[in-house]
C-alpha cells in the first residue's frame, strides 16, 4: 500500500526533479529555485530556497554522503551547494553554454555529470572543480543519465532516442536506438542481479520515453566480452510520454510519472503493477524513492511534490538499513557498515572502521571506551557523535516490532495522546494540531477537512498502554 502522506505546494511554476539523501529532499522548478526539505518533518531547511541560477533549474541531486546538492540549469552552469548550510560552492559552465538539462555525481562523489540540450556529456572533477571529460552524443539533447553501482560506466540518453553508455573515461562503449521519440530518463539499480548459467553479474536498467513505454535493460560489462545490453521486458502502463523512471533501493520495485498524470509502482522481478497513484492534476514530471525510508516522492507540473509512505510488508524501498531487524543488523558486512556511515554523515569513519574490520556485529558492540582506546578517535565530540548514532540504530531495531496504527502517520512515532480528526484517522494530538495550525487538509488523503475538531481516541490510547506494559515483562 501508498499513502499520500505529505503535499509540499512551495513552488511557483512546475516541479522538474526532486532527488532523496539520507536527511533531506531536494526539490526543483521552472521557478529558478531550488528547495531543501528535513526528512523528520518535512519543513523546509532554513537556508531554503537556494537562489543562484537565472532560468529554470532543471534537475538536481546530493552527493552520497549527502553533504553537497548539484543542480543545473537553462542558464548553462550547474551549481554545488553545502547542505549544511545552503552556501554556495562552485558555479560550473558548460562548454557552449548549453542549457544543462541533467546532472549525476558517480558512486565515489569523484565526479559529477553534467548533460546538455546541444548533446554535450562533461565529467567535472568535484575536488578540483576542473573539467576532467567532455563528449557529445549526435542529432540530440542530452536528457537522461546514471551511473553503474560500481562507477565503471554511465550511461546518457538523448532526445532521438539513444541510449550511450561509456566508460569512466568517456569512451564510448555502445550506441543503440531504443525508444522512437526520444529518451526522458534512465536509472540503474543499485542491485546486479546473477545468471546462474554463465556465472555473470548484469546491472539492471530501465529507460523511459516519449513512446509511453518503459523498458528494462540487463547491463552486462566485462574486460573480455566488452559491453552487452539486453531487453528484458517492456512496461506499457502508461497511455502517455513517460517522463521519469527510477528503481527502489533494493532494486524491487521501479516507479514512473507520466503525462497521463498517473504514478506507476511496479514489481521488478514480474512487471506486474503494484500500485497506480493518481492524485497529481498535471503531468508527472519526477519520482524518486528515498534510500533509508518507506517514502517515495512525485513531482508535476502541478506545482506540487505528493510524498507517500509505503507499506513495509511489501518488499518495497522501505526495507532498509534503519527497518532491518537485530540480526539482519549483525549480518552487515563492512560494506553495509561503510553505507550506514555514508548515511549518517559519518563518511570520515569508513577508512578507519574499514581498517579495524568493523562489521555489523562489532558495530552494534562499540562503546565510549573501544572508539577511544581501540579506534583512536581522540575527539570527544565525534565519539559522542558516532555513538548516539549507533544508540538511534539500537533504538530503530526495537521499534521495528512498534504495532503501525500505534504510530502516528506525521511524525511515525508511538501516539501518546491520540486524538481522532474529521478525515477517520488517528493522529498524535501535537502533531495534528501542528498540521491544522498551517493548513486545512487531511494528512492521510490531502483532502479538506470539514472541521478541524479532535476527539480524543481513548480506545487506541488504552491499547498503546496495554502493549507498552507488555514490553516490558
Not at 526539490?27 to 531547511?45: G, H, M, W
Amino acid at each position: 500500500m501508498a499513502t499520500l502522506i505529505h503535499t509540499l505546494a512551495d513552488h511557483r511554476d512546475d516541479v522538474n526533479y526532486c532527488a532523496f539523501s539520507s536527511s533531506y529532499l531536494a526539490t526543483c522548478s521552472l521557478d529558478k529555485t531550488i528547495r531543501v526539505y528535513s526528512l523528520s518533518n518535512f519543513a523546509e531547511l532554513p537556508y531554503s530556497p537556494l537562489e543562484g541560477h537565472r532560468y529554470a533549474v532543471h534537475c538536481c541531486c546530493f552527493s552520497p554522503s549527502g553533504l553537497v546538492l548539484a543542480s543545473c540549469s537553462t542558464d548553462g552552469t550547474s551549481a554545488l551547494w553545502d547542505t549544511r548550510d545552503g552556501r554556495k560552492l562552485a558555479v560550473l559552465e558548460q562548454p557552449g553554454a548549453s542549457p544543462v538539462r541533467v546532472c549525476r555525481f558517480s558512486p565515489e562523489a569523484t565526479y559529477l555529470l553534467a548533460g546538455a540540450a546541444d548533446g554535450s556529456v562533461v565529467l567535472w572533477n568535484v575536488r578540483s572543480l576542473k573539467l576532467y571529460r567532455s563528449g557529445k552524443v549526435k542529432g540530440g539533447s542530452l536528457m537522461a543519465c546514471a551511473f553503474s553501482p560500481n562507477g565503471n560506466f554511465f550511461v546518457t540518453g538523448s532526445s532521438s532516442g539513444d541510449l550511450t553508455i561509456w566508460d569512466d573515461k568517456m569512451r564510448c562503449l555502445y550506441n543503440e536506438k531504443v525508444h522512437d521519440l526520444g529518451v526522458t530518463c534512465c536509472d540503474i539499480s543499485s542491485h546486479p542481479v546473477s545468471d546462474s548459467e554463465n556465472g555473470f553479474k548484469y546491472f539492471q536498467m530501465a529507460s523511459c520515453g516519449q513512446d509511453n513505454q518503459i523498458k528494462l535493460w540487463l547491463i552486462l560489462f566485462a574486460d573480455f566480452l566488452g559491453v552487452q545490453l539486453k531487453c528484458k521486458c517492456t512496461l506499457n502502463g502508461h497511455s502517455a510520454p513517460v517522463l521519469a523512471c527510477a528503481f527502489s533501493c533494493d532494486g524491487q520495485m521501479i516507479v514512473s510519472g507520466s503525462v497521463d498524470k498517473c504514478v506507476i509502482i511496479y514489481e521488478t522481478s514480474t512487471g506486474n503493477t503494484l500500485h497506480t497513484l493518481s492524485q497529481h492534476t498535471r503531468y508527472v514530471t519526477t519520482c524518486a524513492f528515498a534510500p533509508h525510508s518507506p517514502l517515495l516522492a512525485t513531482g508535476s507540473m502541478d506545482k506540487t511534490v505528493h510524498i507517500w509512505q509505503l507499506d513495509l510488508k511489501q518488499p518495497c524501498a522501505g526495507d532498509t538499513v534503519e527497518n532491518e531487524s537485530k540480526v539482519a543488523i549483525e549480518d552487515w558486512s563492512e560494506d553495509d557498515v561503510s553505507a550506514w556511515l555514508c548515511a549518517q554523515d559519518l563518511a570520515d569513519f569508513v577508512g578507519l572502521f574499514k581498517m579495524n574490520n568493523i562489521d555489523g556485529k562489532e558495530l552494534l558492540n562499540l562503546t565510549k571506551e573501544s572508539l577511544a582506546n581501540e579506534l583512536k578517535i581522540e575527539s570527544l565530540g565525534l565519539r559522542s557523535k558516532v555513538l548516539q548514532k549507533i544508540e538511534e540504530l539500537r533504538m530503530t531495531m526495537i521499534s521495528v516490532s512498534v504495532p503501525d496504527e500505534f504510530l502516528c502517520p506525521i511524525t511515525r512515532e508511538l501516539m501518546n495522546d491520540p486524538v481522532i480528526a474529521t478525515d477517520g484517522y488517528s493522529y498524535e494530538r501535537e502533531a495534528m494540531e501542528n498540521w491544522i495550525s498551517n493548513r486545512r487538509s487531511s494528512p492521510m488523503t490531502n483532502l479538506p477537512l470539514h472541521s478541524l475538531t479532535l476527539t480524543p481516541n481513548r480506545t487506541l490510547k488504552m491499547a498503546i498502554s496495554r502493549w507498552l506494559e507488555a514490553q516490558k515483562k
